[in-house]
């Protein structure tokens, strides 16, 4: 006969499993809030690589069109409904409500930087085959953007994968005290945005091609891409269904993405499979 007759707790507060939660790229890009029907239309102006020119022989000054181009983005509606009986979430472990809604939440985010991410892979410039991350590749994409006049203010960003991140802290104008004030080894976990040789870093995971041989990376202009979202639209909803007992949550958005300058982004393709 059995002297003891243990008690099975279970913890209620539920732990978050890996996963990404939140847009990383949004605040990266021109973001456009005011849509006409389905459509938000980005302009981009400049003067066509004009001259100056020298009054003409008729005493006038020679006059010029600026160089405008309207690019337009086409938003398509994006949901994420998980739904769970009353039974189920009586019965279950852990906040069941407030799970769906983080849950729906998280994946609204990650279509956010799936589709900005679309929209960067259209660009035509690369820095060549696909590579572990050099200093000399790393300058490779920075000059690219440069010859395009790209690199202007604090507006450039580079997207990597935790093995891109990897190679740079092989590099000595990364790590070393003569090159630079940051500790990155100090401050490893606080590195998923970090600002170096210009360029603000964002370590995502989320990547195209993360972790093998051809993963895509990107260094770019802000002003290279639009991306248009009706946050109004942006809706977070828990609800109940009396008919079936069920109670849901809906996390919807409208948004769309669009290539607004090739020459400003530059696709790093990178070789992660030694890391991963």
């Not at 990266?28 to 029907?37: K, L, R, S």
């Amino acid at each position: 006969m059995a002297d003891s007759a243990f008690q099975e707790m279970f913890r209620q507060e539920f732990v978050r499993g890996f996963e990404k939660r939140q847009s990383l790229a949004r605040r990266t890009v021109i973001t456009e809030t005011e849509i006409n029907g389905n459509d938000a239309t980005f302009l981009v102006a400049d003067s066509g690589g004009a001259s100056a020119v020298t009054r003409g022989i008729n005493g006038d000054i020679p006059t010029r069109p600026d160089n405008l181009n309207q690019f337009t983005a086409t938003l398509k509606e994006w949901h994420d409904v998980p739904e769970r009986s009353n039974f189920n979430l009586y019965a279950s472990q852990g906040e069941g409500r407030r799970i769906m809604q983080e849950t729906s939440m998280a994946v609204i985010n990650r279509k956010i930087d799936t589709d900005i991410h679309a929209a960067l892979t259209t660009g035509t410039v690369t820095w060549g085959a696909a590579a572990v991350a050099t200093l000399l590749l790393v300058t490779t994409a920075k000059t690219k953007l440069g010859n395009a006049f790209a690199t202007e203010g604090d507006d450039v960003f580079a997207l990597i994968t935790p093995a891109f991140h990897g190679y740079l802290m092989g590099l000595n104008q990364f790590t070393s005290a003569d090159y630079i004030q940051q500790q990155p080894f100090e401050n490893i976990s606080k590195s998923r945005a970090f600002n170096w040789y210009g360029v603000n870093w964002i370590v995502d995971a989320g990547l195209p091609g993360v972790g093998t041989s051809s993963s895509t990376c990107y260094m770019y202009n802000k002003n290279a891409i639009g991306h248009a979202c009706d946050t109004e639209g942006l809706k977070t909803f828990v609800g109940y269904d009396e008919k079936n007992d069920k109670s849901w949550a809906r996390c919807s958005t409208y948004m769309g993405s669009k290539l607004l300058q090739n020459s400003g982004v530059v696709k790093m393709l990178h070789d992660d499979s030694a890391l991963s």
